[in-house]
């Protein structure tokens, strides 16, 4: 069905270099036009408020790329933030952070909400659908129109004047209703085949780290004698290791750069520590003279997501967030074994009740309950060992993992294109739509905190305001 759509019969200039051309019967409207603007700051709800209370404090770190909400979150008092609630059909959109990160709030899904100051909320009018100029967001348009609004001084930027004087086209009502049947239809098929993947991925990455955490916690020789450790996380391990606290591993550097001409890096997920080009919701600086550093082979700790296993080792130097802790080797150890014993679902749980804070995702593992916490040690020819053989034993699955996600890339690309050519009208889909068969919704709300690589380093909430 995808396949046989065709362009329509006429299109004219939208004079807009970024939108090229749209149908001939389309109008284009300036966003403002089409929708009320609050620019309210949901920042402003007093922080003594921040209690479960029912009510959903949204920061763009909630939101997915896909326009999803992620389970958690900060809970405000309600009596608190009457002025910030949303109400259903509202769109939000991020203006710092990772500008452009929208979405479109469902009552019935969502739950009670308020929202923060570095998220724009437009209110549809009726000459607009609240689907259609949600699809509209997602689109390479959209996205067009961000790279040439995009302001930098620390953080990039798009505030909410620029949002509301941003050019929409505008299909008839019964147009717009056709667009958003077929591409919650279009959307349907391939976010289903995307979650296979992703379970598969998430299956192949429980096995990975099976084969680590028994590698790393209990050695290559099976018939070894154990011995309890002492240690609740770790359980038994080979008689002839020892367990020591990191404070005995490990030692906090904190180089500072003269003139800041090091490469920045940032922290992944699933990258590691990175060159920041490569992360897109990377801080960037004007300068970094006087950052944080780091050389290669040691061992960065990201405090806020320590609790998540965020620890990489460096391959290169550079300069770091502020946020990141560095260790580098006290004693002979392998840095790359310390660096999956870390890493491990096992000491995760260790990492997450050491870390502290009131809120989740703001929560720091401060270095004195890193040096606390008490790591197996095996010989250093021994560590050295067991880290080759993992990359063997490993490698088949990383190779899955790999393919897997560039299936992935490929069809978030495929989709990414096709909501781009219909929503600019490039795509007829009137018939299409009329012709296509009730499907089940897919769900909201996502759970995927591991899988997050973009996890933005900071949300920047006092950066230049908007203006109403």
Not at 85 to 104: A, E, N, P, W
Not at 270 to 299: H, W
Request: charge should be negative; aromatic fraction near 8%.
């Amino acid at each position: 069905m995808i396949t046989d759509l065709k362009p329509y019969a006429e299109y004219k200039d939208s004079g807009l270099p970024w939108l090229g051309q749209v149908p001939g019967h389309w109008t284009t409207r300036v966003l403002k036009r089409l929708c009320t603007r609050s620019a309210l700051y949901g920042a402003n709800i007093p922080a003594a408020n921040y209690v479960s209370a029912g009510v959903r404090f949204l920061r763009t770190t909630d939101i997915t790329d896909e326009g999803t909400l992620r389970r958690g979150g900060v809970f405000v008092g309600e009596d608190s933030c009457h002025d910030y609630m949303l109400v259903d059909g509202d769109i939000l959109v991020s203006r710092s952070g990772t500008i452009g990160r929208s979405l479109r709030y469902r009552a019935e899904v969502h739950g009670p909400c308020a929202y923060a100051g570095y998220l724009v909320r437009f209110v549809p009018k009726p000459i607009i659908s609240a689907d259609y100029l949600f699809h509209f967001t997602k689109s390479l348009a959209f996205a067009d129109f961000i790279r040439v609004s995009a302001v930098s001084s620390t953080i990039e930027n798009v505030n909410g004047d620029k949002y509301a004087n941003m050019p929409i086209p505008l299909p008839p009502p019964s147009e717009q209703a056709a667009i958003v049947r077929f591409l919650d239809w279009a959307n349907g098929r391939l976010e289903r085949a995307i979650r296979a993947k992703r379970k598969v991925i998430a299956l192949l990455n429980e096995q990975k780290q099976a084969i680590i955490h028994r590698a790393v916690t209990r050695g290559l020789d099976p018939s070894v004698p154990l011995k309890d450790s002492g240690v609740q996380w770790l359980g038994e391990i080979p008689a002839h290791w020892e367990v020591r606290r990191a404070k005995y591993l490990f030692v906090e550097v904190d180089d500072r750069s003269k003139e800041g001409n090091e490469t920045h890096l940032a922290m992944s997920q699933r990258l590691g520590l990175v060159p920041s080009g490569m992360v897109n919701s990377a801080m960037r600086s004007e300068s970094y003279a006087g950052a944080k550093l780091c050389e290669e082979g040691d061992l960065v700790l990201n405090r806020l997501k320590a609790h998540l296993g965020v620890f990489a080792l460096a391959n290169q130097g550079g300069v770091i967030s502020p946020d990141y802790s560095v260790f580098r080797k006290r004693a002979a150890i392998s840095m790359q074994y310390y660096e999956s014993v870390l890493k491990s679902s096992a000491c995760r749980r260790e990492l997450r009740i050491r870390a502290k804070g009131l809120v989740e995702g703001f929560w720091r593992l401060y270095t004195d309950d890193f040096y606390d916490i008490r790591l197996p040690v095996p010989p250093v020819l021994e560590q050295y060992e067991i880290m080759s053989a993992m990359s063997v034993q490993t490698a088949g699955l990383d190779t899955a993992i790999s393919r897997l996600e560039r299936e992935i890339t490929l069809l978030r690309e495929y989709r990414t294109r096709l909501v781009a050519d219909v929503v600019t009208g490039k795509l007829d889909v009137r018939e299409a739509a009329a012709a296509l068969p009730e499907e089940e919704p897919l769900a909201e709300v996502t759970d995927l905190p591991d899988l997050d690589d973009e996890m933005l380093e900071n949300e920047d909430s006092n950066d230049s305001e908007m203006q109403e």
